[in-house]
């Protein structure tokens, strides 16, 4: 278990105490920024392991699996715990889930063929504008008395999920070649 490993199963590990500070950002203005924090911190770490792995020479087969795994199990989860607060909608976690689920599948149909799918220029801009989409839904509680803050988070939730589609299809239009392998 070298480092990068570390950094990325502390991020895993991590994921219960951010949900429990975003699942109270409504409660104090202390939850609301610890959660913000420790989110950003916690993506952040993302960088910083895979940094260390492609510079230290330490790439192995088990971050390669794990590290994607624990950005998806943050945003997802964090998704899912903003549904149950009210202040993301349900079907657009529906759309990320199922563009996670086929984008990874297809990484998967790659891998059995020894062919590695990089990320893509559209799937790493999909990534930061999920996690800006998050704090800014985060930070809701805190502009409640801005009157367009509900409307400018829900344009850019909805943005988020046409830059998550669309980097979805380009992974697919990309990639086709693999599934006429199979």
């Not at 278990?1 to 699942?23: C, Q």
């Not at 920024?33 to 792995?53: C, E, K």
């Not at 996670?100 to 893509?120: D, G, K, Q």
């Not at 988020?160 to 669309?166: E, F, K």
Request: hydrophobic share 55%.
């Amino acid at each position: 278990m070298n480092l990068p490993n570390k950094i990325t199963v502390l991020r895993i590990l991590l994921v219960p105490v951010v949900l429990f500070f975003v699942y109270h950002i409504e409660s104090s203005l202390g939850f609301n920024i610890t959660a913000i924090v420790l989110f950003l911190a916690v993506s952040l770490t993302d960088t910083l392991d895979g940094h260390i792995a492609r510079s230290r020479n330490l790439v192995t087969d088990f971050g390669k699996f794990l590290d994607p795994l624990a950005d998806k199990i943050l945003v997802i989860s964090t998704m899912v715990v903003l549904i149950d607060l009210g202040y993301l909608s349900s079907i657009a976690v529906i759309i990320v889930i199922i563009r996670e689920f086929v984008v990874t599948s297809l990484r998967l149909v790659a891998s059995s063929s020894n062919l590695v799918i990089a990320a893509s220029m559209w799937g790493k801009a999909k990534t930061v504008t999920q996690m800006v989409v998050i704090i800014l839904l985060m930070l809701t509680p805190m502009l409640q008395n801005i009157s367009c803050s509900g409307v400018i988070a829900q344009i850019c939730t909805w943005c988020m999920v046409l830059i998550t589609l669309y980097s979805g299809i380009d992974y697919l239009v990309k990639n086709k070649h693999v599934l006429k392998e199979k």
